[in-house]
């Protein structure tokens, strides 16, 4: 990541690049204990929302704001506890009818929300679920995500 940031024109760019940079958030309700994923039909898998930076962006935390925003409906969400970059890895992306397989470099962030009713999937194939953590982690067996939660859990306590 760190190569790929220093060297690449543009290390957002999705079309460009075998390996760019997303940005993602796990949404948590702090209160219940509680957290937010998303169906992703393309993973076939639960995960955090989050994705692309959209041309011109380059701020990871923007990103992760602006996605999960797009993703829930919440217009309330906040880096919780800090706005620390939380978790970084590479995922593999299974090739798609427009796009050939790839790899994110998904820098990950905690957003917080007051409101977890006013929750509301952006589309009718991305439903949304609240979990606890442990169940989060039981849906989301090996996948790197189970790694996510685990740091979601010890600030939690």
Do not use: Y
């Not at 919440?74 to 800090?82: F, Y």
């Not at 409101?115 to 090996?142: F, H, I, Q, Y």
């Amino acid at each position: 990541m760190t190569r790929l940031a220093a060297s690449a024109p543009d290390p957002w760019s999705r079309g460009l690049l075998p390996l760019h940079f997303t940005a993602s958030a796990l949404v948590v309700h702090p209160p219940t204990g509680r957290v937010l994923l998303r169906w992703h039909a393309r993973q076939e898998r639960w995960l955090q929302v989050g994705g692309h930076g959209d041309p011109g962006e380059r701020d990871p935390l923007a990103i992760a704001l602006r996605e999960a925003a797009e993703e829930t409906g919440l217009a309330d969400l906040t880096p919780w506890p800090d706005a620390a970059l939380r978790h970084a890895v590479i995922c593999d992306v299974r090739a798609s009818a427009t796009e050939s397989a790839h790899q994110h470099a998904d820098l990950r962030f905690i957003l917080a929300t007051q409101e977890p009713n006013a929750v509301k999937p952006e589309n009718d194939l991305s439903p949304l679920r609240w979990l606890t953590v442990d169940e989060a982690l039981t849906l989301a067996g090996a996948n790197n995500l189970s790694r996510t939660l685990d740091r979601v859990k010890a600030l939690l306590r």
